[in-house]
């Protein structure tokens, strides 16, 4: 869903940019995945996971879901979107990314390990990597978002 809406509003806007944290990072890079967008000349990837099983596992981790129940939300996942969880990986994506790009992730993320940032550096060899220092996940810092604003708007 966050992918189709992301493919709406580069549609509607004919945007040149987009600016991706977390989840939403993934999905920008599923939106671009399934439908090219040669136009887009920027992407910014900040503190995203490299597969959508971090999410899942993560969700799961911490709710105490059972092995069964886990096993039936992935059924319903590829019952609902036609895709297994696995599909969802940044390996798949990554090849399409031909825009510039900048990735941006902390060293001490807890949620998502910053080897995912190195890993989508390796195969998107057109961003730039900025790893910063103890800024968590959330990465909402003066000097990140001045960052980010002067490297879209170049």
């Avoid at 911490?62 to 092995?67: A, D, G, L, P, T």
Wanted: contains cysteine.
């Amino acid at each position: 869903d966050y992918a189709y809406l992301i493919t709406h509003v580069i549609n509607k806007y004919g945007l040149e940019s987009l600016v991706g944290h977390s989840f939403g990072g993934l999905s920008c890079m599923l939106s671009l995945y399934e439908n090219g967008y040669a136009d887009l000349k920027k992407l910014v990837i900040m503190g995203s996971p490299n597969h959508f099983m971090l999410f899942i596992n993560y969700f799961l981790t911490h709710c105490k879901i059972s092995k069964e129940l886990h096993q039936s939300i992935e059924r319903k996942f590829k019952e609902t979107t036609g895709q297994s969880l696995d599909y969802y990986n940044v390996s798949r994506f990554a090849n399409k990314l031909t825009m510039d790009g900048l990735i941006i992730h902390d060293e001490d993320d807890a949620q998502v390990p910053v080897s995912h940032a190195y890993n989508l550096k390796k195969l998107w060899p057109k961003a730039e990597l900025w790893i910063t220092q103890g800024k968590g996940h959330r990465l909402k810092y003066p000097e990140v978002i001045n960052t980010v604003c002067a490297y879209v708007s170049d």
